[in-house]
């Protein structure tokens, strides 16, 4: 079965987070349309209006085919790897909180907003030019060092390990991101006022 994902725009970033997603559920021809539909009608792609009649599909969902990051490794993985925050900046410093009943984050994560990972035609940047971003944040692929990514809920976190899979650095997923963490009891929360120097923003 192939699953070609095309967002409405670019606007909110859900696209190219879905493929990671719809891969993990063991879909094997998911792609991106890079650009969503604004790259489409750039290219003079056809369009059409209405609701287009889908037929059934066969596709059985299993989940679990990518790696994931439990609440207890995302919390271990700072000391061995890097893990990475792909939330907006006000939201990583806990200056802001609109979903969530916690606000800050994760202790030991940087800042990596997938804004950064978008020219500004809304394609993804070069794999050369993803991979010179990562770096400067300390991400690189190096198997001795492990990257794990979350977000809200886990979508804006697939964006940024699709950006990653294109500078060839791989990452796992934690499907349960802040939500999950900033809901359990007794998980602690770093903030701007009580990061770490080390554990700054460096996000652009």
């Known amino acids: 079965m192939s699953v070609l994902i095309t967002p409405p725009e670019l606007?909110?970033?859900?696209?190219?987070?879905?493929?990671?997603?719809?891969?993990?559920?063991r879909l094997a021809d998911v792609r991106i349309l890079d650009g969503g539909l604004a790259g489409w009608r750039a290219a003079d792609g056809p369009l059409e209006a209405g609701t287009p009649v889908v037929p059934r599909g066969t596709a059985t969902l299993r989940y679990g085919h990518?790696?994931?990051?439990?609440?207890?490794?995302?919390?271990a993985l700072p000391g061995r790897g890097v893990l990475v925050d792909a939330r907006a900046r006000e939201r990583y410093l806990g200056e802001a909180e609109p979903v969530d009943p916690k606000a800050?984050?994760?202790?030991?994560?940087i800042n990596a907003p997938p804004t950064a990972n978008l020219g500004p035609d809304g394609r993804f940047l070069s794999p050369h030019a993803l991979r010179a971003r990562f770096a400067a944040l300390g991400i690189v692929a190096d198997p001795a060092v492990p990257v794990g990514v979350y977000c809200g809920s886990g979508v804006t976190a697939a964006h940024e390990i699709a950006a990653l899979a294109l500078a060839g650095i791989g990452a796992a997923l934690y499907p349960g991101s802040w939500s999950q963490w900033s809901s359990t009891e007794g998980r602690p929360v770093e903030t701007a006022e009580n990061a770490l120097p080390a554990r700054a923003v460096l996000a652009p």
Not at 11 to 25: Q, T
């Open 66 to 75: 990518l790696p994931v990051l439990s609440l207890d490794e995302a919390a």
């Open 104 to 109: 800050g984050h994760i202790p030991g994560a």
């Open 11 to 25: 606007r909110d970033l859900l696209d190219g987070g879905a493929r990671p997603r719809l891969l993990d559920v």
